[in-house]
């Protein structure tokens, strides 16, 4: 691809990620629990992986978190670095499956994806909230994590035709 | 989805559901008296001590945020008012069981209550 249309279109994924992200964060949170959504930000990144690879999905992620965090005006506080870690680790998780379990589709590596990007924020929680009972809230974001992980799944391998077809 | 990605569901859908048993089993209902603490900040800022038959009770905390309302009635806990978009907690509602906790992460207020209840309060 060429060097400048690769920067238009990286761009427009960062753009899509932080609007998304942000969108989640101005909805009311459509579950009853705590930590819970959609993950709609995440879809943008997984995207990215499949299209590019593992450095501009982490640059997608990590830039989304920080312009979210500066529209939402939550920058360095406890929550942006939940989100933070939370990015971090899905984006790796998801990288690491991409490249070394083919046997995995999309859809797998989404659910996995959503599962870590909890995992993250929940240990980055304990360590910055010292509270000590955090784990137990561990197999609510397991489980939450599925139906989540397997909705962006799916709508991130309906993306993906439409993207490597225009490509 | 491909044959892998359904034994991969299977096999997380049972690790979620076995360690959500587990994690039930694992805050078991509380004996009176039990024991509430609230920290703000990672500081422990009130411990309570509540009573089974304890009477409708509030209190306001400093959070980092602003203040928020904590009201508690017999056993049960829960943050009544907060001053943080989400409101996440607030929408959790009353705890009662020891070891759950209520997280306000804008505010940086945590409330949980305590497992170590019986062995503070016959000490005094």
Known sequence: MLKTRRLVYFSLFVTLATALG???????????????????????????????????????????????????????????????????????????????????????????????????????????????????????????????????GYLARLLLRYLKNYQ | MTRTDQKLLLVLLLIGLLTFVWSKFYTHPQVSPSQVVIKVEGEIVKILTLQEDAPLQRFTIKGKRGQAIVETKGQKVRMLEAPCPDQICVKQGWIESSRQTIVCVPNEVVIYIDEEASVDATTG
Do not use: C, D, W
Request: glycine share 10%.
């Open chain 1, 22 to 152: 942000f969108l989640e964060m101005l909805l009311p949170n459509p579950f009853p629990l705590p930590g819970v959504k959609l993950g709609l930000a995440n879809l943008v990144t997984l995207l990215v992986l499949y299209v590019y690879g593992l450095k501009e999905g982490l640059a997608v992620s990590l830039l989304r978190v920080l312009f979210a965090s500066l529209l939402g005006g939550t920058f360095l506080s406890v929550g942006f670095f939940l989100s933070f870690s939370g990015a971090v680790l899905s984006t790796l998780v998801m990288a690491v499956l991409i490249k070394y379990v083919p046997a995995l589709s999309i859809i797998g590596v989404s659910m996995v994806g959503a599962i870590s990007h909890n995992v993250g924020q929940l240990l980055t929680a304990s360590f910055l909230i010292q509270t000590p009972y955090l784990f137990y809230y561990l197999p609510v974001l397991l489980l939450a994590g599925l139906p989540t992980g397997l909705a962006t």
